[in-house]
């Protein structure tokens, strides 16, 4: 598939003039959080505000009041560089498969847990800035098993997996959730609570899906078991390619990742699949959404 040139991600000279330094960054920030004119919180006024040099802040030009453009966000105490933090957001961006915190290492020279922290709330922000709203149309659910020392154990109830469960709206987003189990009193409120009564739901022949037609959807299912994989317009092959793209990244980039963490990579995953078609405005997106400063 061709893709569209003024869709695909930001080339890295056009990211090193936007951001060619620590000083671009901050300014960045600030513009993006405050700006000029912002209204200083102790004396009221629009103020004209001034970079102050010895501190990451802006002063009010009319009482000194201090504003600090990355309190409250992922920066905020860091002693990384904020030109590295950014070049670590435009990895994420640019990347298939992830950016294993080895490789922010070797490429920012920064220690390995200063990378596997960085890579951290990178997903977290992600996670935090791809809105969640209800799904509609024909909506795909699956669930998966990823990661565990499989030893040749395969299958649905593979101890020490981890169990993703998703909900993908054909041509639109895709939903994740890491679940305890898939019995029906955990997927069913779910799929409730995201996807549109009435909405055509399509599924594999797990018993938990029974029940979504009294629940007011239209229910579609293949059986899998029976090796019955699409009938007319029923299959979950979307959600499918999605989960072979997630495992097969986590398997080349990260080789593992462990339980406790794995909602983080689906997010990752889940918020990049969902802006495939505007990859471009992935970064200014994610260098612009930050909490709201506090007054
Ligand atoms: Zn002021």
Not at 104 to 117: E, N, S
Not at 124 to 132: F, G, N, T, V
Not at 144 to 153: A, E
Not at 262 to 267: E, G, P, R, S, V
């Amino acid at each position: 598939m061709k893709k569209n040139e003024a869709k695909a991600s930001i080339t890295f000279q056009e990211f090193l003039d936007k951001y060619p330094h620590d000083e671009a960054c901050l300014e960045h920030l600030f513009t993006v959080r405050f700006g000029q004119g912002h209204v200083c919180p102790k004396c009221g006024q629009k103020a004209k505000w001034y970079r102050m040099q010895a501190e990451r802040a802006y002063a009010c030009g009319l009482c000194g009041h201090h504003l600090h453009p990355t309190a409250g966000t992922i920066f905020e105490d860091t002693r990384t560089p904020l030109k590295l933090w950014f070049y670590a957001f435009y990895l994420f961006t640019t990347s298939r498969h992830g950016v294993p915190a080895m490789e922010l290492m070797r490429q920012l020279g920064v220690t390995y847990k200063t990378a596997w922290r960085m890579a951290d709330l990178i997903r977290k922000h992600m996670a935090q800035i791809d809105d969640e709203w209800p799904l509609f149309g024909d909506v795909e659910v699956d669930e998966t098993y990823v990661g565990g020392r499989t030893h040749g154990v395969r299958g649905r109830g593979a101890a020490k997996k981890t169990i993703v469960f998703g909900m993908m709206q054909r041509n639109g987003q895709v939903m994740t959730k890491v679940v305890p189990n898939v019995a029906k009193k955990t997927l069913q409120p779910i799929i409730e609570e995201n996807v549109l009564n009435g909405t055509t739901v399509h599924s594999d022949e797990l018993v938990s899906y029974k029940g979504l037609k009294k629940a007011g959807y239209n229910h579609k299912t293949v059986n899998h078991g029976a090796k019955e994989y699409v009938v007319g317009d029923t299959h979950v092959n979307g959600l499918e390619n999605f989960w072979k793209h997630l495992k097969g990244s986590i398997r080349s980039t990260h080789i593992h990742v462990s339980k406790k963490h794995l909602h983080k990579y689906a997010k990752e995953f889940e918020y990049r699949f969902n802006r495939r078609e505007n990859a471009s405005a992935m970064l200014p997106e994610l260098l612009s959404q930050f909490p709201k400063p506090q007054p």
